[in-house]
């Protein structure tokens, strides 16, 4: 349920994208003069906590004078990155993925589009894999499947022009759990809880856990 609400979020948000650059594009008939150039369509990359790294798209909408835009932020990341060389005895992670989707809105506070904004926006992440348990010559098997979505707060400055570099903090009101249960499954159909835990596998500091968020982004406006 929590997957279907992310991804209707993320439709209605790239809908109202398209809604806006046509309204846009619809004023050319009355153009409006300004002393300065908007570029409202921003491609780029985000490195940060919890969206690791991904691509982000942000489009600058014609209302309150440019400076109220939409965005939407992507990452997904396979196995490698996650898993530990050292784990607890009888327990093997084979795989383990990550993907995070987040969709809000900027308010630019001094100019169109560009400098100090204040957002608001809502995110899915999840973590799915396989490990393998050993206990008393028997192996079972467990599968993650993990998702968390909460509502977030930001703070953050787009600076440059073509070429743009933003730093963006930020707060989200439902952290990152430190530990996760699964099941364990074995081969007579026993069944037992194992536990997964984040801040030791990942090598994580405890403030990530603590709702705090944090990146950096760069790309090209046009």
């Known amino acids: 349920m929590g997957k279907i609400r992310t991804t209707s979020f993320c439709y209605l948000?790239?809908?109202?994208?398209?809604?806006?650059?046509?309204?846009?594009?619809?004023?050319?008939?009355?153009?409006?003069?300004?002393?300065y150039k908007v570029?409202?369509?921003?491609?780029?990359?985000?490195?940060?906590f919890p969206n690791m790294v991904g691509g982000n798209v942000e489009y600058v909408t014609p209302l309150l004078n440019d400076k109220l835009a939409v965005?939407?932020?992507?990452?997904?990341?396979?196995s490698d990155w996650f898993l530990s060389e050292e784990e607890s005895s009888g327990t093997e992670t084979k795989e383990l993925?990550?993907?995070?989707?987040?969709?809000?809105?900027?308010y630019y506070f001094f100019k169109a589009g560009k400098g100090l904004y204040a957002g608001v926006s809502y995110n899915q992440l999840n973590f799915d894999g396989e490990t393998v348990v050993t206990r008393e010559g028997q192996q079972g098997t467990g599968n993650i499947d993990y998702k968390h979505n909460t509502f977030n707060i930001k703070l953050g400055a787009k600076l440059g022009g073509l070429f743009y570099f933003r730093p963006e903090v930020g707060?989200?009101?439902?952290?990152?759990?430190?530990?996760?249960?699964?099941?364990?499954?074995?081969?007579?159909?026993?069944?037992?809880t194992d536990i997964y835990d984040f801040s030791e596998q990942l090598a994580s500091a405890d403030i990530l856990f603590n709702g705090l968020i944090a990146n950096i982004g760069f790309g090209f406006a046009f």
Request: charged share 20%; aromatic share 14%; hydrophobic share 30%.
């Open 39 to 48: 570029r409202p369509v921003r491609l780029g990359l985000k490195l940060g």
């Open 71 to 78: 965005s939407l932020d992507y990452s997904t990341i396979k």
């Open 13 to 35: 948000l790239l809908a109202a994208m398209l809604f806006q650059y046509n309204f846009a594009q619809a004023q050319t008939d009355t153009p409006v003069e300004r002393d």
């Open 97 to 106: 993925n990550y993907s995070y989707l987040e969709g809000g809105i900027n």
């Open 171 to 192: 707060y989200s009101f439902s952290s990152l759990p430190k530990t996760i249960d699964y099941q364990i499954k074995y081969p007579d159909g026993t069944t037992e």
